[in-house]
């Protein structure tokens, strides 16, 4: 997956500016509780919104998200750049999905699917129809 993400931020290099920040997971130990889990979302939450400026647009990867086709969510890049925000940011979350405090700062939430992916999965799957939406911006070739 490594290898996607780098391949994918290198072809991304003609279209935009991306930054891909990390942020620690914390350990789940096996039969947490809920409130156990809701800790660990708030820690990493936490860690996330350090990350996040006042003046960004975050759009946080969430299941309960908008669906886009590919064309859609092209044009939904597109129009980021009309939002006046001098930063876009995906979010996507840890193993147990992201917290209430970072789900409230997202301007919108996205989804690729009902399903649930490992994160370092969905950042493959996201940088890569980042990269086919400026394809389908610019009039350039894409496969179908």
Excluded: N
């Excluded at 979350?93 to 969905?122: I, N």
């Amino acid at each position: 997956m490594r290898d996607a993400v780098a391949e994918y931020e290198k072809r991304l290099t003609r279209y935009v500016k991306l930054d891909v920040v990390e942020v620690a997971d914390e350990k789940t130990p096996d039969g947490a509780s809920e409130k156990e889990e809701e800790r660990i979302r708030e820690k990493e939450g936490e860690r996330l919104l350090r990350q996040i400026k006042e003046d960004d647009h975050v759009v946080a990867l969430a299941i309960s998200g908008k669906q886009y086709d590919s064309l859609a969510f092209a044009r939904r890049l597109d129009g980021f750049a009309l939002c006046g925000r001098s930063r876009v940011v995906f979010v996507i979350g840890g193993s147990l999905g992201l917290s209430e405090q970072v789900l409230a700062r997202a301007d919108e939430e996205l989804s690729f699917s009902k399903m649930t992916f490992p994160h370092q999965l969905m950042r493959v799957i996201l940088l890569e129809q980042i990269y086919r939406g400026y394809r389908i911006i610019r009039g350039e070739p894409y496969h179908k």
